[in-house]
């Protein structure tokens, strides 16, 4: 399996050679940036394992933005280093999935602890991110009418109930409950259920996925 890379965003050119040079001689692959335009070209999703990135260049709106370009695919966590961090600053990065803000200047022992931990969880993290999407998938595979009867389901009605509050018949409630369980690729509607409550962005209308291990 090809090595983890590490990716440096550091808009100071100094600070990125010193800090490659540093992450190199610990053995760790690592392709360093000016800017987030060129980190998002070479960006390889299947071999990211951690971002290593200058706040203090490009803000959380900027850390936002990357982010929000690299869902899609994999987005590795993030390590932010600036100068003298405020608390409000650390707060909104560890919110916005930052595993730590390191103060410049960075040192190796500072960084290199930190970032043989997270790709130590590389594969673990991208395998997660892979079976949440997964799951995301087949739940957009169903339609409006199966969504209904799986909310209906994971709130705890029976397939009577579920019959008469949708004016259909019980044959067709075990229908869409067979259709559900062949779409999400799963053995039985309680795995169904377990995968539904895994997702990560549960709306309003799904929110009775929170009481499926009460059903």
Do not use: W
């Amino acid at each position: 399996m090809s090595q983890p890379i590490v990716y440096l965003l550091d808009s100071d050119h100094q600070s990125r050679s010193r800090t490659t040079h540093l992450v190199q001689t610990a053995g760790i692959c690592i392709h360093a940036f000016e800017d987030p335009e060129s980190l998002l070209e070479e960006y390889e999703a299947a071999r990211a394992g951690c971002l290593v990135v200058d706040h203090d260049a490009i803000g959380t709106e900027g850390i936002i933005f990357l982010q929000e370009r690299l869902q899609s695919e994999y987005c590795a966590p993030f390590i932010l280093f600036g100068r003298r961090p405020g608390v409000t600053q650390i707060r909104r990065a560890l919110h916005h999935g930052a595993v730590d803000f390191l103060e410049r200047p960075v040192t190796a022992g500072d960084l290199l602890p930190q970032l043989r931990q997270t790709l130590s969880e590389h594969k673990s993290r991208r395998q997660a991110f892979l079976r949440e999407r997964h799951i995301q998938q087949c739940f957009e595979s169903l339609s409006k009418r199966e969504r209904e009867v799986l909310n209906l389901v994971l709130a705890g009605q029976l397939s009577k109930q579920i019959a008469a509050k949708l004016s259909i018949s019980i044959k067709t409630v075990e229908a869409h409950r067979a259709n559900i369980v062949r779409k999400m690729h799963a053995t039985s509607f309680l795995q169904v259920a377990i995968m539904v409550a895994t997702r990560r962005d549960v709306t309003a209308d799904d929110r009775a996925s929170h009481v499926l291990l009460d059903v």
